[in-house]
């Protein structure tokens, strides 16, 4: 059975930096695309990062040059690494795992970023 558990959310100053770190089992990690997609209150759910099995990477608009997505297929774990944290990054934080039509959601984690 597929699962995703991400940890690392937490509250963070604007300007900080969190790591958020997704395990997954039970899937075929490294031909997966994996990414990170986030909800904040009342907003719709965002891309936020991808990277491809071929360890391409594509970064939403609001978070590029800040975000880094990375991924460990030998520890079957993807990485997001946030600096320069924004009020406005404040959301729920999903991993998502897809291949073809296959599609796998973590349980999220919340990060806030507050002064």
């Known amino acids: 059975q597929a699962q995703l558990v991400e940890s690392g959310g937490g509250l963070v100053q604007p300007g900080g930096s969190l790591r958020l770190s997704c395990a997954a089992s039970?899937?075929?990690?490294?031909?997966?695309?994996m990414g990170w997609y986030r909800q904040a209150p009342g907003k719709e759910r965002e891309l936020v990062a991808t990277?491809?099995?071929?360890?391409?990477?594509n970064n939403g608009d609001s978070v590029k040059g800040r975000f880094t997505i990375s991924r460990d297929n030998a520890k079957n774990t993807v990485l997001l690494e946030m600096d320069s944290l924004r009020l406005d990054d404040t959301a729920v934080y999903y991993c998502?795992?897809?291949?073809?039509?296959?599609?796998?959601w973590g349980q999220g984690t919340q990060v806030t970023v507050s002064s």
């Open positions: 990277i491809g099995s071929d360890g391409r990477t």
């Open positions: 039970g899937i075929p990690f490294s031909v997966y695309t």
């Open positions: 998502h795992a897809g291949f073809g039509s296959l599609d796998e």
